[in-house]
C-alpha cells in the first residue's frame, strides 16, 4: 500500500470529512514521526509496533565485483519491531483479522 492508497481508503471510511483534510492529518502524522525519529526518540504504536533508531558503526566491505575494500561510514537507521498482536494479525491463516485497517 502507498501512502495515497491509505488516505483514499480513509477518506472513504470517514465520509463526513473531505479528501484535503484526510491528507492533511496523515501527511501531519508521517511528519511527526519522522521529527521524533530525527532527534533520537522513539515512537511506539499500541497493538502495532515500535520504530527506533538504530547503530551501524563504520565498517570496511569489499565490492563484490571488483574485491576492491570500500569504507562504510558510521549510521543510524530506523528499525522498526512489530507487536505481538500484529504478528498474530499477519500469521493469522484463518482470516479472523483483516490485515487492511
Do not use: C, W
Amino acid at each position: 500500500m502507498i501512502k495515497s492508497e491509505l488516505i483514499n481508503q480513509l477518506a472513504s471510511k470517514q465520509p463526513h470529512l473531505s479528501h484535503a483534510d484526510v491528507t492533511a492529518v496523515v501527511n501531519s502524522i508521517l511528519e511527526q514521526m519522522a521529527q521524533e525519529l530525527a532527534t533520537g526518540g522513539r515512537i511506539e504504536i499500541r497493538g502495532f509496533g515500535t520504530f527506533s533508531l538504530r547503530y551501524r558503526a563504520a565498517q570496511i566491505r569489499r565490492n563484490p565485483k571488483t574485491g576492491e575494500a570500500v569504507s562504510v561510514e558510521q549510521k543510524h537507521y530506523v528499525y522498526f519491531k512489530p507487536s505481538i498482536e500484529l504478528k498474530q494479525r499477519v500469521d493469522d491463516s484463518s482470516g479472523q483479522y483483516p490485515i487492511l485497517l
